[in-house]
């Protein structure tokens, strides 16, 4: 009973941490429907805080929030797949080159799976990344231009979302009225607590709830653009 008092309590100095931390004109985060919330994602998975680490906050207006990167060193990218607590269809996920506005991104397929992580996967400790369709790719080579990034499933119409809010403003009316559906964190090693440099976690929304846990991803050797 003691350690479950403790547990709850050390939950609950998160979520109100969390929430002190928020921008005013932030998007709110909806528990997760019958899956662990993102709060308690972050926090167990990656010892990160929902507000407090978060990279790109709406402090002004979506359409200002970064969404883009940058390649930081030689050799490839990596863009994986880490959590799946969305439907259970297709994910797709890729990468785009901005185009001349915001609503022609010259966008690039990479990886797709089929699989949803449950609560007793967490409760385990056996959250796996999900397993990769045949054909899938998690590397490629945005050159030194800066670059975006997408998921989308397959069981909703206009599901997909991007890095840039703009972007899935021009492209998504499903979306279109509240546009930021990616949180951007740094990734962190739980176990020392130290930031791995040049690698970055997002958590996904591709749906109307804002949960933002359908999809989280993460990106290596690249560096989040925090100005235009």
């Given amino acids: 009973m003691r350690r479950a008092l403790t547990i709850a309590i050390s939950l609950l100095t998160t979520l109100a941490g969390s929430s002190e931390a928020q921008e005013r004109k932030q998007p709110k985060v909806a528990p997760g429907p019958g899956e662990p919330d993102l709060v308690v994602v972050l926090d167990r998975m990656y010892g990160l805080s929902m507000f407090g680490d978060l990279l790109n906050p709406v402090r002004t207006s979506a359409d200002a929030t970064p969404g883009l990167f940058r390649k930081a060193g030689p050799g490839p990218v990596t863009y994986t797949p880490v959590i799946?607590?969305?439907?259970?269809?297709?994910?797709?996920?890729?990468?785009?080159?901005?185009?001349?506005?915001?609503?022609?991104?010259?966008?690039?397929?990479?990886?797709?799976?089929?699989?949803?992580?449950?609560?007793?996967?967490?409760?385990?400790?056996?959250?796996?990344?999900?397993?990769?369709?045949?054909?899938?790719?998690?590397?490629?080579?945005?050159?030194?231009?800066?670059?975006?990034?997408?998921?989308?499933?397959?069981?909703?119409?206009?599901?997909?979302?991007?890095?840039?809010?703009?972007?899935?403003?021009?492209?998504?009316?499903?979306?279109?009225?509240?546009?930021?559906?990616?949180?951007?964190?740094?990734?962190r090693d739980k176990a020392t607590g130290k930031v791995i440099p040049n690698s970055y976690l997002i958590g996904w929304e591709?749906?109307?709830?804002?949960?933002?846990?359908?999809?989280?991803?993460?990106?290596d050797n690249v560096q989040l653009v925090t100005e235009p």
Avoid at 127 to 154: H, I, K, Q, Y
Avoid at 206 to 218: A, E, G, I, L, P
Wanted: net charge neutral.
């Fill in 84 to 187: 799946a607590l969305g439907l259970v269809t297709v994910n797709r996920g890729g990468w785009y080159r901005p185009g001349p506005d915001a609503a022609h991104p010259d966008r690039q397929d990479l990886w797709s799976y089929k699989f949803k992580h449950t609560t007793k996967d967490f409760d385990l400790g056996q959250v796996l990344p999900p397993a990769l369709n045949g054909g899938s790719r998690t590397t490629f080579d945005p050159g030194d231009a800066p670059f975006g990034l997408w998921v989308a499933n397959d069981g909703l119409k206009e599901s997909d979302a991007y890095t840039e809010p703009k972007v899935v403003a021009a492209l998504n009316k499903r979306l279109a009225k509240q546009p930021y559906k990616a949180m951007i964190y740094p990734a």
């Fill in 206 to 219: 591709y749906s109307t709830n804002d949960d933002f846990q359908d999809v989280m991803c993460r990106v």
